[in-house]
């Protein structure tokens, strides 16, 4: 046999190992991993994170749709707030105003007593002069 054959087996082995294991550590330096249980957890992960973003727009949307009612209701707010002052002063005014009526009322009711009684005293004197003596 030659004593070449070792050294060139040797050095065939050496580099058949060197490319092996360069393949090998190419394939898990990667990022992909290629057996079934992998692919499933990678599959369920990629669910997952689909539907947390689905579950987050639909918040979002939510909090979009409410935060609009909300600044509807406080300009209802507002307009309510502004309207019961309104009516509240309004009150106050009719209040005063009922008030002074009712005053004016009573003297009103008083002249016409007193003008009754003028006028019949008025009238009786009138009969008085006008009768006859006994």
Do not use: F, H, Y
């Not at 918040?59 to 600044?71: C, D, P």
């Not at 009712?102 to 006008?130: F, I, K, P």
């Amino acid at each position: 046999m030659n004593p070449l054959v070792p050294i060139v087996l040797g050095l065939l082995g050496a580099v058949i190992s060197a490319v092996g294991a360069t393949a090998l550590a190419r394939r898990q330096r990667s990022g992909r991993i290629d057996t079934s249980e992998a692919d499933d957890l990678w599959a369920e992960s990629k669910a997952m994170r689909q539907e947390l973003r689905a579950e987050a727009d639909s918040l979002r949307a939510e909090v979009l749709s409410l935060r609009a009612e909300v600044t509807a209701m406080r300009v209802e707010s507002v307009a309510m707030r502004e309207e019961s002052v309104a009516l509240r002063q309004e009150g106050i005014v009719l209040r005063a105003e009922s008030v002074a009526l009712r005053e004016e009322m009573v003297t009103l009711r008083e002249e016409s007593v007193l003008l009754r009684r003028e006028d019949l005293s008025e009238r009786l004197a009138e009969q008085r002069t006008e009768e006859p003596p006994p």
